[in-house]
Structure formats: C-alpha cells, structure tokens
C-alpha cells in the first residue's frame, strides 16, 4: 500500500457518494440561475477538486475566477485572522456570484471573503461548499448550498490537506492520529 493510504484511518464519504451529492446540488443551482450571468469564485487551494467535478455538472453560461485566503497558524486547527492574499478586479457589473470552498468550519474564511467580493458590488453572492461543520461555528454564517454535514473531525480528501498534503484522495477521510502526530 501507498504512504498516501497508508494514513488513512476510515473513509468518511466515498468518491461516488461524493458524485451523486454533487450532481443534486448542481441540478439544484442550475435551476436558481436559469438565464442569469454567473461568476463562479472558487477559494484556493482547497475548492479546486469540488470546483473542477461542480461545474462539469451544471450547463449554465458561467465564468470563474480565485481568490486565496489564509488563516494564521497550522496544524488541523485554524487561528483567528483571515487574510485575503489574492485578490480580485472588483467589476461585477450586474453578476451574480457564487462562492465555492471545501469546507465551512468556523466561517471565518466565508465571512472575510464575503466582505472582500462585496466590494465589486455583485448583484448576490451565495455560497456553496462541500462539507459544513456546523457544529464549529463561530461566525453567524449559513452556507446557500452544501453537500455535506459532517460532525467535528478533521477530515482530508477531495481538496482538503493537512500541511499541503493528502488533497489528491478521491474520497473524504479521517487520518490517522500517527499521520498527524508525525507531521
Ligand atoms: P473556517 O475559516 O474556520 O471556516 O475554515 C475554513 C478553512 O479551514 C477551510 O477553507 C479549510 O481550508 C480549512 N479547514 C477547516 N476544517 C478543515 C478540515 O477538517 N480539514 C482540512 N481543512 C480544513
Ligand atoms: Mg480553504
């Protein structure tokens, strides 16, 4: 077996579980923008995997761009402040925009970049993420869209890393506390 499975302690959601949840929120989202202008914004690194298999699923006339943010610190815990490191040309025009992450954790990333789009003056923004840990919250936050609910784990896979690491699985999995101990 591969250093990559090796670390994996269970597998949460599986790849085809993961297809079909996504295929039902596209279906969902192609309805609510039938006909309008939509920019897609995915936040980098993690939406990447979610990003490239969610539009592949929706026939709408969309554009895309990223935005990049992190919060201080590592580890499988994120500290407080949100920096947004690459930013956008705020021209919006008439757009509606849809935000796309991995994961809505404490929903200070979501909050922050939220703000941060505003000011191009969108005509909405929504969002959409993979999983939602609702249970984290710190921030009075909602996702528009979410595939997901998972409970408070730390999960990898699918676009989720732990130090960089581990975005390549296909699926979402629990590491094994060796793997993070190790890191
Ligand atoms: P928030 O700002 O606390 O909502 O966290 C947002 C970011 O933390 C996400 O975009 C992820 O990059 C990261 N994150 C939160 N929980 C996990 C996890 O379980 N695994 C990997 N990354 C996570
Ligand atoms: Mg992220």
């Known amino acids: 077996m591969q250093q990559l499975e090796r670390d994996v302690d269970a597998v949460l959601i599986s790849a085809s579980a993961i297809q079909?949840?996504?295929?039902?929120?596209?279906g969902q989202i192609a309805k609510d923008y039938d006909?309008?202008?939509?920019?897609?914004?995915?936040?980098?690194?993690?939406?990447?995997?979610f990003l490239?298999?969610?539009?592949?699923?929706?026939?709408?006339?969309?554009?895309?761009?990223?935005?990049?943010?992190?919060?201080y610190g590592s580890g499988t815990t994120s500290a407080g402040e949100v920096q947004v490191l690459r930013g956008l040309d705020f021209d919006f025009g008439n757009e509606?925009?849809?935000?796309?992450?991995?994961?809505?954790?404490?929903?200070?990333t979501l909050k922050r970049i939220t703000e941060e789009i505003q000011r191009g003056n969108?005509?909405?923004i929504r969002s959409c993420v993979l999983l939602d840990?609702?249970?984290?919250?710190?921030?009075?936050i909602q996702p528009d869209y979410r595939a997901f609910e998972i409970p408070d784990e730390f999960v990898v896979g699918y676009g989720l890393d732990f130090n960089g690491y581990y975005?390549?699985?296909?699926?979402?999995?629990?590491?094994r506390q060796e793997a993070i101990l190790e890191a």
């Open 20 to 26: 079909d949840e996504i295929r039902e929120l596209a």
């Open 35 to 49: 006909g309008r202008d939509l920019t897609i914004i995915g936040v980098l690194s993690g939406s990447i995997v």
């Open 52 to 71: 490239a298999d969610l539009i592949r699923f929706l026939p709408l006339r969309l554009r895309i761009k990223v935005i990049s943010a992190a919060s």
């Open 96 to 108: 509606d925009v849809l935000i796309v992450d991995d994961i809505l954790d404490t929903g200070r």
């Open 122 to 124: 969108p005509r909405s």
């Open 133 to 140: 840990k609702a249970a984290r919250r710190v921030v009075d």
């Open 167 to 175: 975005r390549n699985l296909p699926y979402i999995g629990k590491l």
